[in-house]
């Protein structure tokens, strides 16, 4: 029972938490569009992490129904009552039925893939955040250059205006 109560409320949690991002995307493309003067470089930017964030919810939206399926398919239940089983059939020397062995194959396919969806989702989360390491990286160089060629401008009004004082 409590793991069922976990699993609804991770599976509403999965459910909410990626609706909420992707209206937030939609939100974003929208204020892209009122940015005409932001730079090309940082508008293919915002376009692709809008991608890769839906990506995300999608594949979150997956994982929840994935979820939502063990349950409907007794996936768990019936896996643990075979392993109980199973103790008992060691010692009686019994195999597994057709249909029993059947359950276990549709089993571990459907929890593969479910790990599959999960490292999906989480491959397109590293790579959503080197590409905001990438971003960070270019504007912090921007703003170190633009910061540089001020110095160099000023360098000679400094100069002029210590010559002026001695």
Known sequence: MPE???AIVLIFTLLGVSGYFAWRQFRTLQWLKT????MPEDRTY???QVIRRLMGCGLTLILAGLLIGIFAFGVMAGLDQLAAQGGQARKDGTKLT????DFVRFSFSYLGVLMLV???L???VFVDVMAIRRFGMRHRKRIRDDR???LMRQLPLLRREREEKE
């Open 98 to 101: 057709e249909e029993q062995q």
């Open 118 to 120: 999960l490292f999906v």
């Open 122 to 124: 989480l491959s397109v």
């Open 35 to 38: 940015q005409p003067q932001m």
């Open 46 to 48: 915002y376009r692709r």
């Open 148 to 150: 540089r060629a001020m």
């Open 4 to 6: 069922q109560v976990f």
